[in-house]
């Protein structure tokens, strides 16, 4: 079955970095598009970025740009989310999810069919 299994998350002051790791199995990596959500609580899950299957193209959401960065390996089948100048607005359980097939670009929920457990990221100030 597939599984998504997010890493890296942790309790860092603001100001510092930290760097998510998703690993995936059961699905062919290399064809899906992926992306990162964050979800804080009592609030919506976000979009946070995607990127293609080949890495070639990558969207941000406003509130991370110039901030954090996602990568992917196909041959390790691991997508990574850098995390840099981290505030405490940026707490939340982050998760991984492989797009369903719909536009690489989407930043709806439902557009995404599998999903890891999530990672939580807490940033003190």
């Known amino acids: 079955q597939v599984q998504l299994v997010e890493s890296g998350g942790g309790l860092v002051q603001a100001g510092g970095s930290l760097r998510l790791s998703c690993a995936a199995s059961?699905?062919?990596?290399?064809?899906?598009?992926m992306g990162w959500f964050r979800q804080a609580p009592g609030k919506e899950r976000e979009f946070v970025g995607t990127i293609t299957w080949t890495g070639g193209n990558i969207k941000y959401a406003d509130s991370v740009k110039g901030r954090f960065t996602i990568s992917r390996d196909n041959a390790k089948n691991t997508m990574y989310l850098q995390m840099n100048s981290l505030k405490p607005d940026d707490t939340a359980v982050y998760y991984c999810a492989a797009n369903g097939g719909g536009s690489w670009s989407s930043e709806r929920v439902y557009d995404y069919a599998y999903w890891g457990q999530g990672t939580q990221v807490t940033v003190s100030s």
């Open positions: 059961g699905l062919a990596f290399s064809s899906y598009a």
